[in-house]
């Protein structure tokens, strides 16, 4: 039988988790309670009490009780809950996670969730789930549920949310796991964005005939990360990056940054990468209404009702090209450089909204005097990059590398 931690503190929400307790069991699920309260008594016994969360994190309870101190004892609950989570799920004793709470519970249950592997189903229903939910997922595939009201006591809307997330849960935790696959096949990581669609939607079809899964990311922020996470962690045998566009929303401060490390795992690794410059034209914000008022003068477009996008400028793409050439030609491998002169993105060639031969010159020559003197390849073509050659001469690249690396550790 299928069984799901529930990571608390059953202090204040007892209530709440045994409600949620009971649905589980009522179709099917065995749960196994995790309290990981501090300050007042549990409502509710727990198959692992706070002190034994506390002793996994090394902690004495009662002087984390003593100090008074909430954000001290959040930490070390969290670190206590994940080691415990970490260890059922080793002993196989558990097949997903499941927590309830506002910030405070959802930030402890979030960070030892994210220890668990993707595929794991993980939910929370929070308060926090409308916000800014980065901070909690992470990298991961937790799920954050919105509470609607706060976790603070049971309600006609409370439990029917509670009730379905109990629900969805059970159904993870149950449901027949896909067929096993026969192959394994090698796997790529592939970067794009809706301006470089037609780009990777080639190259993924093309090096899926050539033997490989390919992962394709899409490049709000987490989906670099995301990235450049499975590149440190040596699941990929190269990487197709064609879009790089969160480079210019970190030097700018749109709403899609990944972080001061993107580009730098494949680089650090050595495994073979095959970059491009894609969307390098532009910085993404929300609604046109969002735009920061110190961008009122730049050229905007309405990409949806979402999303607006800035033209990046000849001086921040100067900038950009110096960035991106400085991160790839650290390559400890096989590194290459494709720079598509005919436009970067699919609103940048001749007549599109972005077309700005300032701003593209600016950046080429940036990467070329950046990757002068390096190992790094600089190819240059005279396509855009969503052409159909462009995305094949990356492929090529790449699969030679990528085969050749194969070779030297036969």
């Known amino acids: 039988m299928a069984t799901v931690a529930l990571v608390g503190t059953l202090d204040t929400k007892s209530s709440e988790y045994q409600f949620v307790a009971e649905r589980l069991r009522t179709l099917g699920v065995e749960v196994i309670m995790i309290d990981c309260g501090v300050l007042g008594q549990p409502g509710l016994v727990p198959e692992v009490d706070r002190y034994q969360v506390a002793g996994v994190a090394g902690e004495d309870l009662d002087r984390l009780a003593a100090a008074g101190d909430r954000g001290a ?9 994940a080691g415990v989570v970490e260890q059922l799920y080793g002993e196989g004793r558990l097949q997903g996670a499941m927590a309830l709470g506002g910030t405070g519970g959802t930030s402890l249950a979030a960070a030892a969730f994210r220890r668990l592997p993707l595929g794991v189903p993980k939910l ?17 595939d937790l799920i954050l549920v919105p509470s609607v009201v706060d976790v603070a006591g049971l309600n006609r809307i409370s439990t029917r949310i509670l009730a379905n997330a109990a629900a969805a849960m059970a159904g993870m935790v149950t449901a027949a796991p896909p067929p096993a696959r026969d192959d394994e096949r090698p796997l790529v ?14 190259a993924r079809e093309q090096l899926e005939a050539l033997g490989y899964e390919v992962l394709v990311f899409h490049m709000t922020g987490a989906g670099g990360r995301t990235l450049e996470s499975l590149v440190s962690n040596g699941m990929l045998v190269g990487v197709l990056d ?29 495994i073979p990468a095959a970059v491009s410059l894609g969307a390098l034209d532009m910085v993404n914000f929300g609604p046109m209404d969002s735009v920061p ?14 999303t607006t996008l800035m033209r990046t400028t000849p001086d921040e793409c100067r900038e950009l090209g110096t960035r991106l050439a400085a991160k790839v030609r650290l390559s400890a491998g096989p590194a ?17 909204p972005f077309h700005d031969p300032d701003a593209d010159a600016a950046l080429y020559d940036a990467v070329r005097s950046g990757l002068q003197g390096s190992g790094v390849e600089l190819i240059e073509r005279d396509d855009d990059i969503n052409a159909m050659e462009f995305a094949d001469a990356m ?6 590398a990528i085969s050749a690396a194969a070779a030297r550790t036969r």
């Not at 990581?189 to 080639?202: E, Q």
């Not at 008022?293 to 979402?306: G, I, K, S, W």
């Open 336 to 352: 290459a450089v494709f720079v598509p002169l005919n436009g970067i993105s699919a609103i940048a060639t001749k007549g599109g």
């Open 189 to 202: 990581a592939a970067s794009m964005f809706g301006v470089t669609t037609p780009c990777v939607t080639r």
């Open 73 to 81: 004892a959040v930490e070390a609950m969290s670190r206590g809950a």
């Open 293 to 306: 008022e110190r961008f009122a003068d730049r050229v905007l477009y309405r990409h949806n009702a979402t």
């Open 395 to 400: 492929v090529q690249w790449l699969h030679a």
């Open 242 to 270: 064609v879009t790089t566009t969160e480079l210019a929303d970190h030097l700018v401060g749109g709403i899609f940054d990944a972080g001061p490390d993107r580009l730098c795992a494949a680089a650090r690794t050595g």
């Open 124 to 140: 929370i229903v929070s308060t926090a789930a409308t916000g800014d939910n980065q901070p909690y997922v992470g990298e991961t």
